[in-house]
């Protein structure tokens, strides 16, 4: 049997996706731009779903007409048509209810990165505390083992010098039976 050398199985799909890249460029780069969209006011008396195809376009209830989004204006103004009878961008919603939603979106958004931010912040601050506190108790703990060393140090220097002043008859034990007897 002869061995068969095989791609690796993420070479083979690294080159497909290449291939398919290569080909959307070459789609692209072939098709004809779009056709200048239509103006709004040739989908008036038609109907809401056709009119919104385009985006730019706004369509009015009380007189089904279609027309141009006041784009200098945010909102478009009453004497052009009324927000419970402006549609723009679906028409199963009005134009008011659309503002009062992405409003209450946005206001909830706004108040739970707040909400976030504050308890972040509540969080860090109450971790700084606790690592103060632990660094606190840390640094008491060294400063008592410190001061156990030192004592313990003080009592073995105090036996060294006892010893020593034991060997030369300077230290007054009670055991000594000659030691030297002082008055007052």
């Given at each position: 049997m002869e061995a068969v050398w095989r791609w690796p199985l993420w070479l083979q799909g690294?080159?497909?996706?290449?291939g398919r890249a290569v080909a959307g460029l070459e789609q692209i780069s072939t098709t004809v731009p779009p056709a200048p969209a239509q103006a709004c006011s040739a989908f008036s008396l038609k109907s809401c779903e056709e009119c919104l195809k385009n985006v730019s376009c706004l369509w009015c209830y009380t007189n089904s007409t279609?027309?141009?989004y006041p784009v200098r204006s945010i909102f478009p103004p009453s004497s052009l048509c009324s927000?419970?009878?402006?549609?723009?961008?679906v028409c199963w919603i009005n134009f008011e209810?659309?503002?009062?939603?992405?409003?209450?979106?946005?206001g909830l958004?706004?108040?739970?990165?707040?909400?976030c931010c504050c308890y972040c912040c509540y969080c860090r601050r109450r971790s700084r505390r606790r690592r103060l506190e632990e660094e606190e108790e840390q640094i008491a703990r060294k400063?008592?083992?410190?001061r156990l060393e030192s004592l313990q140090r003080k009592h073995e220097r105090k036996m060294k010098h006892d010893e020593i002043r034991k060997k030369y008859g300077l230290l007054q034990d009670s055991d000594n039976p000659y030691s030297r007897f002082e008055n007052e």
């Open positions: 690294l080159a497909l996706l290449w279609c027309i141009d927000l419970s009878d402006a549609r723009w961008g209810a659309l503002l009062i939603a992405m409003a209450v979106v946005a958004i706004l108040v739970s990165l707040t909400v400063r008592e083992e410190r």
